[in-house]
């Protein structure tokens, strides 16, 4: 067979053959595709992002409503008192609060809070009677009248929330509350350790447990104040600004964007348990 008829026949082979070898190089030139990468782990990545950067996490502000009943039980003022009435009384504020989402933890948020408000101070007229002290000359019949707090307070506050809905807080802060109101105290009379509940100041001529106002405005007259002759005096040695503690936990409960509901407890210069209505934007 003729030299070029030879090569005519095998050409179809040879660019076969140059063919798949050219693919094959190329293939091994080419990188490996990346592996798809899950949604859910593209929403996280994203949010992580979106937190680590300064001007895409700007802060939040917003405000709140609060109301909470506050109590000091017997066992509290046991500690200094052998006899007692506990507190129990309300507690209204208004919140401005800035909030910052963490920056390792998009569902977590740091709270800075200034809040504004007015805490009863209420406890049911009784006799009250300090440790060591002899009930026979040293009981007091005590009032409370219009006391209360005046507070402002400011707090930091973790929240860290589980889905989109709901969530737990805590935090702690400090404060200053201004003192309204008085309390009035009367000696009572023919006191002992076993009748602290029932005796009363010996101007207290009234039928019942209790001891009315009338009687007691008999003792509202300058002289001691003493069992055998009782004089309705003010307690002087209340300051007029007290410190305020603030510890609080609770849940919180997304309802609307934007629009948050809280339970919560914890200590106000008082053990309280309560909620609130917020809106952060």
Not at 21 to 47: G, L, N
Not at 89 to 105: I, Q, V
Not at 182 to 200: G, I, P
Not at 276 to 281: G, H, Q
Request: net charge negative; hydrophobic share 40%.
């Amino acid at each position: 067979m003729p030299r070029r008829l030879t090569l005519l026949a095998f050409a179809p082979f040879f660019i076969l053959a140059t063919s798949v070898v050219a693919r094959a190089q190329t293939a091994e030139e080419q990188p490996a595709e990346a592996p798809a990468v899950p949604a859910a782990e593209q929403t996280v990545a994203a949010a992580e992002t979106l937190v680590a950067d300064p001007a895409l996490n700007p802060p939040h502000y917003g405000g709140a409503f609060r109301a909470r009943w506050v109590t000091v039980p017997h066992w509290v003022f046991g500690i200094f008192t052998k006899h007692n009435q506990a507190v129990s009384a309300y507690s209204l504020a208004f919140e401005g609060t800035r909030r910052k989402r963490d920056a390792e933890n998009p569902n977590r948020f740091t709270d800075i809070s200034l809040a504004v408000g007015f805490q009863s101070m209420h406890a049911p007229d009784g006799n009250w009677l300090g440790n060591g002290k002899n009930p026979a000359i040293d009981t007091d019949w005590v009032q409370f009248k219009n006391l209360g707090l005046w507070t402002i307070d400011l707090a930091f506050v973790q929240r860290q929330y589980f889905n989109e809905v709901f969530g737990i807080h805590y935090g702690a802060g400090l404060g200053l509350a201004i003192v309204q109101g008085k309390v009035d105290r009367t000696k009572s009379n023919a006191c002992t350790d076993n009748n602290l509940d029932s005796c009363r100041p010996k101007v207290c001529t009234s039928t019942g447990s209790g001891c009315s106002e009338s009687d007691l405005q008999k003792a509202d007259t300058p002289g001691d104040n003493t069992a055998a002759d009782p004089h309705r005096t003010k307690i002087r040695d209340i300051p007029p600004v007290l410190p305020i503690i603030n510890l609080v936990a609770g849940f919180d409960f997304r309802i609307a964007h934007g629009l948050e509901a809280r339970l919560e407890g914890g200590f106000y210069d008082a053990f309280f348990v309560g909620g609130a209505v917020a809106y952060i934007y």
